[in-house]
């Protein structure tokens, strides 16, 4: 990207020679199924990424990491995004990329020592438990079902979550549950707790996530008040800590594997004939194509905007709604064109377009779906005072 400064520029071609040489070697590993990578996988990975000087770079300087910037960010986990293993290999992966970011500001240093550090050194996995059956807690938090009673020095946790990405094999979690007075608060436990359950694994569309998505059960999990994650009863303002960087770095490891649909599809339209000329001189598949284009450009470029915002010190609660629309309608609209160019090929495992694109429409979801995020904005527009 010419805007990009020399500094940025050599962290994108550093990440992008990483992935390409280190990383899509494994893509057809057989350490892979529906639920994603396996552990002795990712740990492979993982080592890969130490030896570049890449695990876990968004972590800061005092807990190993190098501290970069939302912008240093994004330039470098759209690379990062180009292989759906990646993100695992970098440890920069929903959901262990948020909990990181969120520990790091609100943990206590006897937290922050005991779960952080192995989190940051690539040792152990995270899960973050806060979605609910119905009639819980999803789009709304406000609706929470999973109760902390105070009982002594201890909480007991009882409830039930869902879809909870990571949560196989993960070794700690943090839990939103609802106070006796009404307001929430966020723990942090062992997996291995007496009361932690974990029910199954969900069959998901998509496979990429360490440990795929569980669903959880806590039958009076005891947690010691120590294990509080901040202050009791600022659940929902830690979660907004979490929510609006977290919802941008999905934008930009997304817009990575969009990126490499397109260029599987635009090598295709190259080589592939038909009707006696090369697939992308038909105007149907070059200008599917350019649509492509397009919409990647547009795509970088507001969340190179939201990552500046919050470099700025900004919450950017409302800019990260806005790109987290624009980027989730414009990826899957790139993967569908690049799907359709392929032809019969891409709705198999044969190609690797199949797999993201079963991958991606989960976005358009999570993080808040996007009809969520379109109320939230309005209602932030008519409050506007121009």
Known sequence: ?????????????????????????????????????????????????????????????????????????????????????????????????????????????????????????????????????????????????????????????????????????????????????????????????????????????????????????????????ENVLGETGKGFKYAQVRLAPARLTHCMRWLGQARRAHDIATEYARERQSFGQRLGDHQGVGFMLADNEQDLLTTRLSIHYCAQVLDMNDKANYESSLVKVISSENIWKIIDRSLQILGGQAITDENLVCKIFKDARGFRIYDGANEVHRMSIAKKLMNRKI
Request: glycine fraction near 8%.
């Open 1 to 225: 990207m010419k805007t990009l400064s020399q500094d940025l520029i050599e962290l994108q071609q550093k990440v992008r020679h990483f992935i390409e040489h280190e990383i899509k070697p494994f893509e057809n590993d057989l350490r892979q199924d529906s639920h994603g990578p396996s552990n002795e996988l990712r740990v492979e990975l993982i080592e890969k990424a130490r030896q570049y000087n890449l695990l876990t770079p968004h972590a800061s300087l005092e807990m190993g990491g190098q501290g970069w910037t939302h912008l240093q960010k994004a330039v470098a986990f759209e690379e990062a995004g180009y292989s759906p293993l990646g993100p695992i290999a970098m440890n920069i992966h929903a959901p262990d990329e948020g909990n990181i970011h969120l520990m790091d500001i609100v943990a206590n240093e006897s937290q922050k020592k005991r779960w952080l550090q192995p989190m940051v050194e690539g040792k152990i996995r995270s899960c973050f438990a806060m979605t609910e059956p119905a009639p819980g807690a999803g789009s709304d938090p406000s609706m929470l079902l999973t109760t902390a009673v105070q009982d002594g020095n201890d909480y007991i946790i009882n409830g039930r979550k869902w879809l909870i990405t990571g949560a196989d094999g993960a070794e700690v979690a943090i839990i939103m549950a609802k106070m006796e007075d009404g307001s929430a608060s966020m723990f942090l436990t062992d997996t291995s707790a007496d009361g932690f359950i974990l029910e199954k694994n969900m069959n998901a569309m998509d496979s990429c996530f360490a440990g795929g998505h569980g669903i959880l059960r806590f039958e009076n999990l005891r947690i010691p008040k």
